[in-house]
């Protein structure tokens, strides 16, 4: 079920009241693009230097069409006592490590039948729905690329359809009610289909795998200070194989079938059936074509000095495939590298990879 604006899907809310907490590469762009269809959300961002920028001048969005200033209505948590009211969604953009000190504090200003919809990286919607309860939350999967860049500043690297659902849901709402009669799941969907595509997933969950495995492939160029297109060179598939049919496997032992690994058959890869490798190659193929240029958010996140979302994405996998049984040696090394990247004991280089590629073909 697709929804591209304000013809698609019911109105709950005439004029629903939107709060975008997190106002970093994906909330930010998320906020500018609200704001540029005419919605005014409040931005409740925790950096007070990007907050004021945000105000004044406004958010600096670059993209391939150029650049974009956005003046926002934006707080810090501080001050959000002083505004009266609520809302009726709740846009949760923040890092995963955040979570529950940005969303626990708000969730009394959330509308009795108002919703959180987590914008984040991973599996992180499960906390914010542990916190808000599965029923208030909505998960997103965020098809668009972003970076940030510096304070009142983001960068659009590539555009994407924003894919949401319930969590815990296949063709049901998680109150019993079909994915066609949820309510707020609509309001949702119209809300930001006036800025995005927007697609409602019965079970999202498979959508939300997807990304994270493609995530687990980024994550490379962390490791190797290496662009997208450098860590999907020929020589390096063999590496790009073995992360994704690991993480595949987790998602399989997690009774999850994932939309498609890095744009590959799912069950090809999962089954390891004749010709899976050539498929994922052909997969690398386009990516590369067409997102050669992109820089890991992981390897800014080291550059900015700032703790990344590797837990988020292949330390799941890990910790995951540790509970279920399945092995995720590869997976593991780039997890312990990246750790160690991250505190400073080693730098990003493509040593590396080179290492990680040892005996494997």
């Known amino acids: 079920m697709a929804y591209g604006g304000r013809s698609g899907g019911a109105r709950v809310v005439s004029n629903p009241t939107v709060w975008c907490v997190g106002a970093g590469a994906i909330g930010g762009n998320v906020a500018s ?12 961002d925790a950096d007070p230097e990007h907050v004021a920028l945000l105000r004044d001048p406004g958010l600096a969005v670059e993209g391939s069409d150029g650049e974009t200033i956005t003046p926002l209505d934006a707080i810090t948590p501080a001050s959000v006592a002083d505004r009266s009211g609520g809302c009726d969604l709740l846009l949760l953009a923040v890092r995963w490590q955040a979570t529950e000190a ?11 039948d108002g919703d959180v919809v987590s914008l984040q990286n991973g599996l992180s919607c499960e906390k914010a729905a542990a916190l808000a309860g599965v029923s208030r939350t909505i998960a997103c999967a965020v098809g668009f690329g972003a970076t940030y860049v510096a304070a009142g500043r983001v960068r659009l690297d590539a555009e994407g359809p924003l894919t949401m659902g319930r969590l815990g849901v296949s063709g049901d709402a998680a109150d019993g009610a079909g994915v066609e009669d949820d309510r707020g799941l609509a309001r949702a969907c119209t809300v930001l289909g006036d800025a995005f595509r927007v697609r409602i997933a ?12 493609t995530n687990s492939v980024t994550v490379l160029g962390a490791v190797g200070g290496m662009l997208l297109g450098e860590v999907l060179a020929p020589e390096r598939r063999p590496l790009v194989r073995a992360v994704l049919a690991e993480g595949a496997s987790v998602a399989a032992a997690s009774g999850i079938t994932a939309r498609s690994v890095f744009g590959a058959p799912t069950a090809l890869v999962v089954d390891r059936s004749p010709g899976w490798e050539a498929a994922i190659d052909a997969a690398c ?32 996998i890990v910790s995951r495939g540790r509970r279920l049984g399945v092995a995720t040696p590869v997976n593991g090394e780039i997890l312990g590298l990246l750790r160690s990247i991250e505190a400073g004991g080693l730098s990003p280089d493509a040593a590396h990879l080179t290492a990680l590629m040892k005996g494997r073909r």
Do not use: C
């Open 285 to 316: 193929d386009k990516a590369a074509a067409r997102f050669g240029a992109v820089r890991s958010v992981t390897w800014r996140d080291i550059e900015l000095g700032r703790p990344t979302e590797v837990g988020a994405v292949t330390g799941e």
């Open 202 to 213: 019965a079970d999202v969950r498979s959508d939300l795998w997807s990304k994270m495995l």
């Open 102 to 112: 940005a969303l626990r504090p708000l969730l009394e200003r959330v509308a009795p």
């Open 33 to 44: 693009r609200l704001v540029r269809a005419g919605m005014a959300p409040l931005v409740v």
